[in-house]
C-alpha cells in the first residue's frame, strides 16, 4: 500500500483522507511509551480526524497531547523531544486533508514512513490496560515567543540602530516597518500577525480570521490569488506583504506595489544572509533542483556552497550533508521555493519564522527594490511535456545522455532528472512528473524561449523513442 507522496498523506477526504485510514495509521505509528503531539489546520474536517487519529494512536499505547488548530510549523517545534502528527492538506482546496508525521522536529523520512505503511496492512493494539492517555496542551504561546526571540537574535544590528524601539518584553527590530500580511484564512492568522507586531512591525491582517472553507481566496497563495492584497499593497504606503497558505509553512513575498517578488530571488537573498552569518568554514544550503542558479551566485559569492536534494525532501538533504560533513561544515539554510527550513531554529518548513527574516532583511537592506538589487533575475520558464507513464523511466534514460550531448558547454547533473548549468548560470532541468503523465521542463535563461524550444525538441524525440 502506498500511501504518503512528496508531503505526508493528502487528498479528498471522501477517498484518500477518510476517518478510517487517519485511524489505521495512528495505530501504525503509535507505540507504547511514545508521547504524539496532535494538531490540525482550521478545515472543517479537522475535528473529526483528529479525533480518528487520537484514537488510533491512544489504541496502540501512545499518550496524545492535543494542540487544537496550530500552524503546521508550531506542531513541528512542538514535536521536539517527542512525535508528532499535523492533520493538513496545506495549499490544497477546503475538500482536501492530509496527514504528516514528526519526530524531534523533523518530518518523517522515505524510511519511517515506509514502516507506517506496512504497519497499516496489520497494525498491533497495545493491551486494554495499556493503552494510552490524552491531555489539552497549549503550545502556540511558546512557539511565537521562540520565533520572536529567534528573529531578535539574527538581526541585533537592528535592534541597537538609531532609532530602535524596545518595549518592557524586549527589542522591537521591526520598528518603523510596515507590512500587510493576508492569511488567507488559515491558521497562520494566529502566530504571523502577532509575531511581527511584538517584533515593531505596523501591521494591516488581512482574512486573518480561521476559515476552513477558504472563502476569501484560495489555500494556495499565488499571483492569480492574491488580487486583493495586492490592490491593498497598491493603494497604500506599506514596505512589504506577505502572504501564506492554509497552514503557514509556505509562504509569499510582494513589494510595495502588489507585485510578487520571485521565489528564487527571496531564497537566494535568505541563503546569502545565512551563508554570511556563519560560524564555520564550510556552510551548505541545502535546495531542490527546480531552484535557480541565482541561489548557487548567491551563496557562493558569501563564501558557501549549494547541494541539491530531491524535491519534498529538504529534511533528507540535511541529513545527508551533515553526515557527509567534517567539522567544518554546516547547514546553514535548506529551501526550496517558498518553502523554508530556518536549521538554526529547527528543522521544519517554517513560513512563520520565514515572514519574520525577511521582514528584518528589507528593513536592513532599506526597502524591496534594494533586497532584490544583488540578485539577477533571469526570465524563468516551466513547461510540461506529454508523456505516458509507461513511457517515463525509457525516456528519462536516453535524456542522460541526449540533452548533454545537444547542450556539450554545460555540467551536467543526472541525480534528480537531469538538470545542466551553463557558464552564464543560465540552467535547465529536465525531470518527470511524479503525478501527471508529463516530463517537466524548467528553464532559466536570457534566451530562455530559446533554450526551451531546444531542450523540448530533445524531450519530444526521447519520448518518441522511448520503449
Known sequence: MTLFGTAGIRGPVDETVTPAVALSVGQAAGK???????????????????????????????????????????????????????????????????????????????????????????PELARWDEWGRSEELEALGGYRDAVTAYVREQFPNLSGREGAVSSAEGSEPLSGLSIAVDCGGGVGALATPQILERLGADVAALNATVDGHFSARESKPTPETLTDLSAFLESGSFDLGIAQDGDADRFVVMGPNGDVIHEDTILAVVAAHYTRSADREDPVVVTTPNASARIDEQVR?????????????????????????????????????????????????????????????????????????PVTERPYRKVSVDCPEDSKVSAMETLETTLPDAFPDAEVETEYGVRL??????????????????????????????LVADARDVVETAIETAD
Open 421 to 450: 548549468e551553463f557558464p552564464d548560470a543560465s540552467w535547465v532541468l529536465v525531470r518527470p512528473s511524479g503525478t501527471e503523465p508529463y516530463v517537466r521542463i524548467y528553464a532559466e535563461s536570457d534566451d530562455v524561449d530559446e
Open 301 to 373: 559569492s558569501a563564501g558557501g556552497r549549494v547541494e541539491r536534494v530531491r524535491l519534498g525532501s529538504l529534511h533528507e538533504g540535511i541529513a545527508r550533508e551533515r553526515k557527509q560533513g567534517d567539522a567544518h561544515t554546516e547547514v546553514v539554510f535548506a529551501a526550496e521555493p517558498w518553502k523554508h527550513i530556518h536549521t538554526s531554529f529547527g528543522g521544519w518548513i517554517d513560513g512563520v519564522a520565514s515572514a519574520g527574516v525577511i521582514a528584518a532583511l528589507t528593513l536592513e537592506a532599506g526597502d524591496t527594490d534594494a533586497l532584490r538589487e
Open 32 to 122: 507504547p511509551g511514545e508521547t504524539f503531539v496532535v494538531g490540525r489546520d482550521g478545515r472543517e474536517t479537522g475535528p473529526a480526524l483528529a479525533a480518528a487519529m487520537e484514537a488510533g494512536l491512544e489504541s496502540a499505547g501512545a499518550d496524545v497531547s492535543r494542540l487544537g488548530q496550530v500552524p503546521t510549523p508550531a506542531l513541528a517545534f512542538a514535536s521536539q523531544g517527542r512525535r508528532g502528527v499535523m492533520l493538513t492538506a496545506s495549499h490544497n482546496p477546503p475538500e482536501d486533508n492530509g496527514i504528516k508525521l514528526f519526530v524531534d522536529g523533523i518530518e518523517y523520512d522515505r524510511d519511517a514512513e515506509r514502516a507506517v505503511e506496512a504497519a497499516v496492512e496489520s
